[in-house]
């Protein structure tokens, strides 16, 4: 049974910084691609940041390019989101996502085969 349970959410000011990280079990992790969406109220889930499996390519939203750092470690089965120079649009639940098909992370998170429960992400002006 496939897991992913995200940590490190919470609340910070525009400006700081936060990491956030996905465990993931009952998968061979490095196979697969893993993203990082967020979805705010109102508003579609979208993908932040994706990276491929193994320790290959990442990609970005252009919203969080230069600010998200996406990286993951095989051997301990996480991926990880460091999340610097937060503004108050980047308030939002966060998910990361396996995707079990595919070498690199699509954006179109139905093609996503788990997700973790979401971790909140405030950020105050």
């Known amino acids: 049974q496939v897991q992913l349970v995200e940590t490190g959410g919470g609340l910070v000011q525009a400006g700081g910084s936060l990491g956030l990280s996905c465990a993931a079990s009952g998968l061979t992790f490095s196979n697969y691609a893993m993203g990082w969406f967020r979805q705010a109220p109102g508003k579609e889930r979208i993908l932040v940041a994706g990276i491929s499996r193994g320790a290959g390519p990442t990609y970005y939203a252009d919203v969080v390019k230069g600010r998200f750092t996406i990286s993951r470690d095989n051997a301990k089965n996480t991926v990880s989101l460091q999340m610097d120079n937060l503004k108050p649009e980047d308030t939002a639940v966060y998910y990361c996502?396996?995707?079990?098909?595919?070498?690199?992370?699509?954006?179109?998170?139905?093609?996503?085969?788990?997700w973790g429960q979401g971790t909140q992400v405030t950020v105050s002006s």
């Open positions: 996502a396996v995707d079990n098909s595919r070498a690199v992370p699509p954006r179109t998170p139905a093609w996503y085969d788990y």
